[in-house]
């Protein structure tokens, strides 16, 4: 498998490629990513940051994370399909919504982060070494 991805949104407006980051896939269960996606997790891709090229025009919407840092949401202004992800707290990468991705096939999620945040009705957290 190849490590460059590409992928965008759903009108097509947005554009974006990259290079995967070493580091694992995951879902997120926390509220954040519960509210901006209207459903119970997250799937995310890390890519490299300097690898990273997308259209100009995606917005982004900026939070304070679990951390304390700025989080950054990238969307679409047209279609509003979110794309991605960004902190302060880890530079070096930019998360991509597996869903974004030509080819979601290669999205393989390894471990739920802030599984204990899920929702009663999302049975989809990866517990780890259980
Ligand atoms: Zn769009
Ligand atoms: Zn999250």
């Known amino acids: ?35 901006l996606t209207g459903t119970g997790h997250a799937d995310m891709v890390p890519l490299r940051a300097e690898s990273f090229m997308i259209s100009a025009g995606c917005k982004t919407y900026e939070m304070t994370g679990g951390s304390g840092r700025s989080t950054f949401s990238g969307f679409c202004p047209n279609c509003g399909s979110q794309i991605t992800r960004r902190s302060e707290r880890m530079s070096d990468r930019i998360y991509v919504h597996a869903a974004s991705l030509d080819d979601p096939t290669c999205y393989v999620p390894v471990k739920s982060i802030y599984g204990d945040a899920a929702q009663p009705w999302d049975d989809a957290v990866i517990r780890q070494g259980g």
């Not at 554009?15 to 995967?20: A, E, L, V, W």
């Not at 580091?23 to 926390?30: A, E, I, S």
């Open 1 to 35: 498998m190849t490590d460059a991805l590409e992928g965008g949104c759903k009108c097509g407006q947005i554009r974006y490629k990259g290079t995967r980051a070493d580091v694992p896939m995951f879902r997120c269960h926390c509220r954040d990513c519960q509210q």
